[in-house]
């Protein structure tokens, strides 16, 4: 299994950035997908997780409002739109999968099996 994970970088506070994971060697269509994100000397967290067929999302109360997961089957690929983003959004990115027919969402990040390498976030103030 590989989750790759890109689009990360440099953006200003009140930017934004849409990363993508590409998916392969999973049936993606029957995963529950999540963005976990670790920034320097903190532990990783949940950002949000999506239904496989792309049911209402759950979020962390930190980027609500802010943050979008949305997910192409056809694609194998899971998106997280970005907005008005803010310094302490910075932060190394992962993506995730649940493993094939887990169907509930969860915000803990030792219920997904499959991780991709993260990539990087830094918003400048």
């Known amino acids: 299994v590989q989750l790759q994970a890109s689009g990360g970088g440099l953006v200003q506070a009140g930017g934004s950035l849409r990363l993508s994971c590409a998916a392969s060697g999973l049936t993606f269509s029957t995963n529950v997908m999540g963005w976990f994100r670790q920034a320097p000397g903190k532990e990783r967290e949940f950002v949000t997780a999506?239904?496989?067929?792309?049911?209402?999302?759950i979020y962390a109360d930190s980027v609500k409002g802010r943050f979008t997961i949305s997910r192409d089957n056809a694609k194998n690929t899971v998106y997280l739109q970005m907005n008005s983003l803010k310094p302490e959004d910075t932060a190394v990115y992962y993506c995730a999968a649940r493993g094939a027919k887990i169907t509930v969402l969860t915000r803990d990040r030792v219920s997904y099996r499959f991780w991709g390498q993260g990539t990087l976030v830094t918003v400048s103030s």
């Open positions: 999506i239904s496989w067929n792309g049911g209402t999302p």
